[in-house]
């Protein structure tokens, strides 16, 4: 039996994949490669590119067939009411407090799953690329915080093709289904962080490990297009306090 460490997989993760999986699987072929990188227990993190608003279900649907479920960082916005809401807080996903005063709680709540054995998916640019060739933004500081303080492996994950279904930020609102594509996530191995344990987490060591992990994604990317990514990542003008909560690792690890 599938089984994700600490707890079984429940019924309303089971529930979304009956409902999910089969129209993923008639619609869409599948390139799925790497699955070996995804650990068979403990927690740990995976850092994902985010092209299209389908491919949450279609990285989804990867890790679910690996036997290990992830628990998304999602806005706390979709939580709130309808179907969408009922199926996230069911299947535990984490909300994300943007600006304001409940904002650390998700990245505690991060800790506290990896700390039970559980995946935490991060998608590190903080929504959909605006990089207009669609690589991997600059990216955000929490996937780090959360490494450093948990020392958790940290797994690149690269997709492509869930974007051609579903175009971010089309004029249109076109789903283009055929001709069928071709969804493509690709797993690396574990980021080395192993550098940065032990320093102060100081602006400049998160912003260094993000860049690290965000290499690693855009190396497996590149090697998914089939394309050289550009030298210098696209960097959208970030708002001050934007970068995500402050969180205290330093007195999280003393407890």
Not at 30 to 46: K, Q, S, V, Y
Not at 136 to 146: D, E, N, S, Y
């Amino acid at each position: 039996m599938f089984r994700v460490s600490g707890r079984r997989i429940g019924f309303w993760y089971r529930m979304a994949a009956v409902l999910c999986k089969p129209p993923l699987v008639v619609l869409f072929k599948r390139d799925w490669h790497g699955m070996e990188h995804i650990p068979a227990d403990g927690g740990f993190i995976t850092a994902i590119n985010h092209n299209s608003y389908l491919d949450p279900l279609s990285y989804a649907h990867f890790q679910y067939n690996t036997g290990r479920v992830p628990r998304f960082l999602a806005k706390a916005a979709l939580f709130r009411g309808g179907f969408v809401g009922t199926m996230l807080r069911g299947t535990g996903q984490i909300p994300v407090y943007r600006e304001s005063t409940d904002a650390a709680n998700a990245f505690r709540s991060a800790v506290d799953a990896i700390n039970k054995g559980e995946c935490v998916a991060f998608y590190p640019e903080g929504t959909l690329t605006r990089d207009p060739e669609m690589w991997p933004m600059r990216g955000k500081t929490g996937a780090a915080r959360v490494a450093l303080l948990t020392k958790a492996p940290v797994i690149p994950v690269a997709q492509w093709g869930a974007n051609e279904a579903v175009p971010p930020y089309a004029k249109e609102k076109r789903v283009r289904l055929f001709p069928r594509k071709t969804l493509k996530v690709h797993a690396g191995p574990p980021v080395d962080l192993s550098g940065f344990y032990g320093q102060e987490p100081t602006a400049e060591v998160l912003r260094a490990a993000t860049d690290t992990i965000m290499d690693a994604i855009t190396d497996l990317l590149a090697e998914v297009r089939g394309e050289r990514a550009p030298a210098q990542r696209y960097d959208r003008p970030i708002r001050p306090g934007t970068d995500g909560p402050p969180l205290p690792l330093a007195d999280e690890e003393s407890k």
